[in-house]
């Protein structure tokens, strides 16, 4: 590539005082006078933090980066940006991806980069790295940080869906104080993100899928040495891209979107995937909805036998063949032609990979489940959607119709869910309000809630549960979340009452609560609305400003993009 075409080159290129500026402060590292002249220059957008456990390995997997950039001819740097740790981060990792998003796409714009490599792990830290990246638009390569080796606990294989099946046990008095201790050790044992297909892992495949990284990044690892190999090669693959001027939207277009969605029902993908997708889709300027994502509709079958799904975990997968492996057997519904990071057509990152274990990759012909993916329910409960995930659902509870018992926020839940004078039995259906973008706000994973103690005493371990919250990618449960419109702006969700009847109908894609328009209407009138949590700050701008989940819970300033072109130049 011409050098004066390198965007870095505005500013190391340049003479005078201001060329003087942009290389001197540089050179104070170290930095000898030709890397700075004329190599592409590749930002390494890290989000280590010793608060997120799961991206705390990320400064050496960044020095791999840096040795591929170094070997392809490219100049590497890297920065931070805010870091989102899903275990430790209050009230909800969910309010902080926006601000994370901001601070990657202003961080990208702001210096001189030619391209970009997304170091993310912990669920937001993809979402919000890939956003804020494509809203600016240069070469990127995403390498996401890889699952933590399998837990081990008492001879068996345990990892983060585990602990709600612990959680539930201890509360019923089925395991003992030392026991869940234990536990705790026994289950997060190596570096890395969650090892069963939650959030994380559904994030990994999402950019695998969508072309955004190179083959196999969805699967190997944290601990293996072949993800630092992947790193090392994505290095050395961005600055090829640079020197192609192959950009994100070359990448994210609509056929890609395509891939991801069919990958993810396959997979049994985090409920998550949806809102994030959506908004990645609204910052490059792809068009998709909620009905985009009815996988049903395509009769996409479940092939890969992980938890919460099914029984095994992403080590165990990375074994069996990984990603790769998985989309040879969707073949048919892929997009093959569709270019990747590595240039070539998705179809190369699956055609020579093979199966080395049917327990964990199944073909099309014999699925582990003809239900799989993510169901969009509507209904005069949820006019703008709704969703639910049948592979984790309870199948008999699929078509279901109950007396609502309703919980007006999380307060309110905490405060009744356990308590024994609970008007509640095993056919009610469990409504919790005010869990949603605004009103929570930040959107938490609290959908899945718990089954109300008396009911476990008697062995009921699933019941319908409604929300305008998410939940984890780890979770399960006949869960329908994501209602919007949320009860927060007003949406019938906050009009429901206890005893109301709400009826669900999954495979008619149902969500009906049993009252008249005229009905809801006067309940509607009488609504008050309520105050916002803050009046300042992060959280006063994001309460103004956040969208529905149907729109993936971006702010409504922060869609489409705004290039990589710098306002003003003060030098
Ligand atoms: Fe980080 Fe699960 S807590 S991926």
């Not at 095993?426 to 929570?440: I, Q």
Request: charged share 20%.
């Amino acid at each position: 590539m011409d050098k004066k075409k390198l965007r870095s080159q505005q500013w190391f290129g340049k003479k005078g005082k201001d060329g003087f500026i942009y290389r001197a402060w540089m050179k104070n590292q170290g930095i000898p006078a030709h890397e700075l002249q004329g190599k592409p220059v590749i930002g390494i957008c890290n989000t280590w933090s010793e608060l997120t456990p799961c991206n705390a390995h990320f400064r050496e997997l960044a020095e791999s980066v840096k040795h591929g950039i170094y070997e392809a001819g490219g100049f590497p740097v890297e920065f931070p940006v805010m870091s989102l740790g899903e275990t430790l981060i209050k009230p909800t990792a969910m309010l902080y991806r926006n601000l994370v998003s901001m601070d990657v796409e202003e961080s990208i714009r702001a210096n001189p980069l030619d391209g970009v490599v997304l170091l993310c792990g912990c669920d937001k830290t993809t979402p919000a790295l890939v956003m804020g990246a494509a809203s600016v638009n240069l070469p990127t390569i995403v390498v996401s940080g890889g699952p933590m080796l399998t837990g081990k606990y008492r001879g068996h294989d345990i990892s983060t869906s585990d602990v709600w099946r612990f959680s539930e046990a201890y509360r019923a008095g089925k395991m003992s104080d030392e026991e869940f201790y234990v536990a705790e050790a026994c289950m997060a044992r190596s570096r890395g993100h969650c090892a069963v297909m939650g959030t994380a892992s559904t994030m990994a495949c999402m950019v695998e899928s969508l072309g955004l990284s190179l083959a196999e990044n969805a699967a190997i690892p944290a601990a293996d040495s072949r993800r630092k190999v992947l790193a090392h090669l994505s290095g050395s693959r961005i600055v090829d891209m640079v020197r192609e001027d192959l950009k994100l939207s070359d990448i994210l277009t609509p056929t890609a979107f395509e891939n991801a969605i069919t990958v993810n029902a396959a997979i049994g993908g985090s409920t998550n995937f949806i809102i994030h997708l959506l908004a990645i889709a609204a910052r490059i300027g792809v068009k998709l909805d909620m009905d985009d994502f009815n996988t049903s509709v395509k009769n996409i079958p479940l092939l890969a036998n992980l938890q919460p799904s099914g029984d095994y975990f992403m080590e165990d997968f990375f074994y069996a063949g990984g990603l790769p492996a998985l989309m040879k057997e969707l073949d048919g519904s892929l997009n093959r032609d569709t270019i990747t990071v590595s240039g070539k057509p998705m179809s190369a990152n699956y055609e020579t990979a093979e199966c080395f274990n049917r327990k964990l990759i199944s073909t099309v012909d014999e699925p582990f489940n003809v239900v799989a993916g993510i169901t969009v329910v509507k209904g005069n409960l949820c006019e703008n959607g709704a969703v639910l995930k049948p592979s984790a659902a309870s199948a008999e509870l699929m078509q279901h119709t109950g007396k609502a018992v309703v919980f007006e926020n999380i307060e309110d839940y905490k405060a009744k869910i356990d308590d024994p004078n609970l008007d509640v039995d095993a056919t009610s259906v469990l409504v919790l309000k005010n869990v949603g973008p605004k009103g929570y706000p930040g959107m938490p994973e609290v959908g899945n809630m718990a089954i109300p103690k008396k009911l476990l005493e008697q062995g009921v371990t699933d019941m319908v549960r409604i929300s305008d919250g998410r939940m984890s990618g780890t979770g399960f449960g006949t869960v329908v979340l994501h209602v919007s419109p949320e009860a927060a702006v007003g949406g019938t969700l906050a009009v429901v009452q206890d005893g109301d009847i709400i009826t669900l109908d999954v495979p008619a894609g149902i969500l009906n609560i049993e009252l008249s328009d005229e009905e809801i209407a006067e309940r509607k009138s009488k609504l008050t609305v309520l105050p916002n949590l803050s009046n300042r700050g992060y959280t006063y701008l994001y309460q103004n400003h956040v969208q529905q989940a149907h729109l993936g819970a971006d702010f409504d300033f922060l869609r489409g993009g705004s290039g990589s072109e710098v306002l003003r130049d003060s030098h």
